[in-house]
């Protein structure tokens, strides 16, 4: 009998302890809920929220705007001369993508393959590709790498450094990149048919491009001013002797149908580029397609 009563007064005893324990936990849960809207609710720590809010939303901003400056880069570098602000206007007509002509880019004159917004590569075509010099990963059609790299080499003797900046784009990174180039005009205020028309002075869609012929190389030295550089005037001098000639000249904006970009130079043979060297000819004028 008496072993029961002790038994009945743990339980009880338990049972207080259970009940005591658990109204304490209660509590503590509540307070931290209690403080927590308090946090919540704090000035201070709303102020400070916002901040990183803001902060947050700048470097988001930040990275937006670094994108398009990048993609400014790659689709045309920042090495535009003072001069370019008074060549003539450039206009690029829809028109001229309504009935383009499919070019082959592995005929017998290969090396004077043109491509513009009136001839395209074929649907899906990809060079051969090759490192256009030694240890750079921008790469050239291979039949041009070797020509490049003896350009380079006999540049660097004369103390001028030929660095490779854009050579060989795919179609699918070119389209990306016109259409980035087509939303920053309509961002402009511009309708879609002048953006259009704008970005195609600099920059031609995926199929219609040089970067995607795998013959021409986007040189850019250590100057912001490529046209201004010893690199620039060696390249006038002697480009021609290894086969490349300056793509899109100050003076043929009209035939070539893009703005004067004298970082760009394109690989069309020795014979080629000595004639159109002495004759003054851009490429569309010595097809005969200007």
């Known amino acids: 009998m008496k072993k029961k009563i002790r038994l009945k007064k743990t339980v009880k005893r338990k049972f207080l302890l259970f009940v005591i324990l658990a109204v304490i936990m209660a509590g503590l849960i509540v307070g931290e809920l ?3 809207r308090r946090k ?12 990183i809010s803001e902060t947050t939303t700048q470097e988001e901003t930040q990275e937006e705007t670094t994108e398009e400056e990048t993609t400014e880069e790659t689709t045309v570098p920042e090495t535009v001369p003072e001069t370019t602000a008074s060549a003539p206007p450039v206009t690029a007509s829809a028109a001229d993508f309504n009935n ?10 290969w090396e004077l393959t043109l491509v513009n917004a009136g001839h ?9 590709l090759a490192n256009a010099i030694s240890g750079s990963s921008v790469q050239l059609d291979s039949r041009v790498a070797k020509a490049y790299q003896e350009m380079y080499d006999a540049a660097k003797k004369d103390g001028c450094i ?36 704008k970005a195609r002075t600099f920059i031609l869609p ?14 850019v030295s250590a100057s912001s001013d490529f046209a201004s550089t010893k690199e620039f005037s060696w390249l006038v001098k002697n480009a ?26 394109r690989y069309v043979g020795k014979e080629a580029a000595k004639a159109m060297n002495k004759s003054g000819q851009c490429l569309e004028e010595y097809l005969g397609a200007a």
């Open 34 to 36: 209690t403080i927590g």
């Open 40 to 51: 919540i609710n704090d000035p201070a720590v709303e102020r400070l929220e916002a901040k």
């Open 100 to 109: 383009p002509q499919t070019v082959d880019p592995n005929s017998g004159n």
């Open 120 to 128: 395209k590569l074929p649907d899906g075509y990809v060079p051969s």
């Open 162 to 197: 030929l660095t490779p900046y854009a050579g060989y784009c795919s179609v699918s990174r070119q389209n990306d990149n016109y259409n980035r180039k087509v939303n920053y005009y309509k961002n402009q205020g511009l309708s879609d048919d002048d953006a259009a028309a």
């Open 206 to 219: 995926g199929g219609y491009s040089e970067q995607n012929l795998g013959l021409s190389m986007d040189i």
């Open 240 to 265: 021609q002797d290894y086969g490349f000639i300056l793509r899109y000249p100050e003076n043929k904006t009209d035939k070539t149908g893009m703005n004067y970009q004298p970082w760009h130079w």
